[in-house]
């Protein structure tokens, strides 16, 4: 790769990684333009450069933090079956990632899609690109499974992890989320078995 190349490679990481830390640190309502460009440590020319509009930037962004988080879930696929992962421990998994930046992110991502239906038509092709890799992703970890059925337990874990997600903004209490992904993995496996 030139060093052109990797430099404006490696701007365009900036600015999406300070583009994550600004809507899950200010929310979309209060999310700038220029604050990402401090964030990131260049110009606000530089941010332009890369990305049109504020919606480009946050397509962009939301994309990156869900690919970073399916690309996690199919090493924990391989760990998996490579029996290096235990189901509990991919329940983990999902948990450390929809606990952290990831959550918030795509929460203040769906309030503003909530109210800006041009932006939500932006997003609308990438959040099913998610969602089929995600049911790919549990079909490759049940394969004993039917698609369905795997879909069905993975919605129902996403479900609950967002929940639980949602939940502790209001409340701070590890144990008590802790507990609920304690009962989940008992259910899960029941239901994995049978």
């Known amino acids: ?28 309502h209060s999310f700038r333009l220029d604050r990402v460009a401090s964030e990131a440590g260049v110009s606000k020319g530089a941010l332009t450069h890369h990305f049109s509009n504020k919606d480009d930037l946050l397509v962009h962004a939301i994309e990156k933090v869900l690919d970073e988080f399916v ?17 509990d421990g ?45 049911d790919d992703i549990w079909q490759q970890l049940f394969p004993h499974l039917s698609p369905e059925r795997a879909s069905h337990l993975m919605n129902l874990s996403m479900n609950l992890l967002r929940g639980m997600g949602t939940q502790s903004v209001f409340r701070e209490d590890s144990e008590y989320f802790n ?16």
């Open 1 to 28: 790769m030139k060093w052109q190349q990797r430099k404006s490679w490696e701007t365009r990481r900036k600015l999406l990684n300070a583009a994550l830390t600004c809507l899950e640190r200010d929310g979309f």
């Open 71 to 87: 690309d996690a879930l199919a090493r924990g696929v391989d760990e998996f079956h490579d029996d290096h992962l235990t189901l």
């Open 90 to 134: 991919f329940l983990d998994l999902m948990w450390q990632h929809m606990s952290g930046q990831l959550y918030m992110v795509t929460l203040e991502i769906a309030l503003k899609a909530r109210h800006e239906p041009g932006f939500k038509d932006l997003l609308t092709p990438q959040v099913r690109h998610f969602h089929s890799r995600i």
């Open 179 to 194: 507990e609920l992904l304690r009962a989940w993995k008992v259910m899960l496996r029941q239901q994995v078995a049978s």
